[in-house]
C-alpha cells in the first residue's frame, strides 16, 4: 500500500496504525476496509497482512467481503470484512524478515502474494510491540459484547481446522479493554416487591430457588422484565418476573 495514495491525510506509517488500524477500522468502520483497485482472493478465516512504506504493519483475520454494485463517488469498488478484535499493529517488518520465513517472498509490490501458512507461526514469533484496537467494538457496552463473542463463537464452531490455526497462534492470557455501559437505576422496591410475590420459587418453571445467598439465607431469584427496559419496558412489578438463573438465561438467549 502506498501512504499517500491509500491513507491521505495520514503523516507517517506510526499514524496509519495508531490511527486507522487502532482506531478507525476497528470502531468507526467494524472492521470494513474500503477498496479501490481489487478485492482479495481468500478463504474466510485468512489472516492478512497489510503492508505499507515498504514493510509489514499490521495483520487482521478476514471474515467477508462485498462488491459494490457501482462504484462509490471516492472510486471505491467494494469493502474486505474484518474481525475487529482480530486486527493487531506492531512494530514494522521489513522484508529481510519476511523472505527468511518465507523464502520464495521477493520483495513489495501492489500485487497480493500468497505465502505459505504453515510458516505463519515462525512469522508471528518475530513480532515486537503488538497491540490490538484502542477500544473494540465489542467493548460498547456488555450486552453487544456477549453477543458478538457468541457470533465469533458460532463462527469457530463451523470450521474446526480454522480454529485449531487460531488456538495454536493465541495468547494464553486475554486482552483487557475498558468498556463504557449504560445503566438503568432500576426501583430496588419494584426487586423485592417481585421476589417477595415469588416465595422462593421460579415463576417461570416454578421449581424452588437454587441456593440461597450467604449474607442472609434469602433464596437466590433474579428478576428479569418481561418487556425489557432497552426496549422501553416499565420498571414495575407487573413487567417483572422472579425466575432462577437458567430460566432468566433462557429468557435471553433461548
Known amino acids: ?49 497489510f503492508q505499507c512504506g515498504g514493510k509489514i504493519i499490521a495483520i487482521a483475520t478476514l471474515t467477508g467481503a ?38 520464495a517472498f521477493k520483495r513489495f509490490s501492489q500485487v497480493q502474494q500468497k505465502l ?10 518475530q513480532l515486537a510491540g503488538i497491540e490490538g484496537p484502542q477500544t473494540p467494538q465489542a467493548a460498547q457496552d456488555a450486552d453487544n459484547y456477549n453477543t458478538r463473542l457468541e457470533q465469533r463463537a458460532a463462527r469457530a464452531r463451523k470450521d474446526p481446522q480454522a480454529r485449531s490455526r487460531r488456538l495454536a497462534l493465541a495468547p494464553k492470557k486475554p486482552r483487557l479493554f475498558t468498556a463504557t455501559i449504560t445503566l438503568f437505576d432500576r426501583n430496588p422496591d419494584v426487586i423485592e416487591a417481585v421476589l417477595e410475590r415469588a416465595a422462593g420459587r421460579c415463576e ?42 437458567n430460566c432468566h438465561r433462557k429468557a435471553h438467549y433461548g
Open 66 to 103: 462485498k462488491r459494490f454494485e457501482q462504484p462509490t463517488e471516492e472510486g471505491y469498488k467494494g469493502w474486505l470484512i474484518f474481525d475487529p478484535e482480530s486486527i493487531e499493529v506492531f512494530d514494522p517488518v521489513g522484508p529481510d524478515v519476511v523472505r527468511k520465513i518465507w523464502p
Open 204 to 245: 417461570a418453571c416454578r421449581t424452588e430457588a437454587p441456593f440461597r445467598r450467604a449474607r442472609d439465607g434469602s433464596p437466590y431469584l433474579e428478576v428479569h422484565h418481561k418487556v425489557r427496559l432497552a426496549e422501553y419496558g416499565d420498571d414495575t412489578e407487573e413487567n417483572a418476573i422472579a425466575v432462577c438463573p
Open 116 to 125: 505459505d501458512p504453515q510458516r505463519y507461526p515462525s512469522f508471528t514469533r
Open 1 to 49: 500500500m502506498d501512504l499517500t495514495r491509500e491513507f491521505p491525510g495520514y503523516e507517517s506509517v506510526e499514524d496509519v496504525q495508531e490511527k486507522f488500524f487502532r482506531e478507525q477500522l476497528p470502531n468507526k468502520m467494524n472492521g470494513r476496509y474500503l477498496y479501490r483497485k481489487r478485492g482479495l482472493q481468500a478463504k474466510l478465516d485468512t489472516a492478512v497482512l
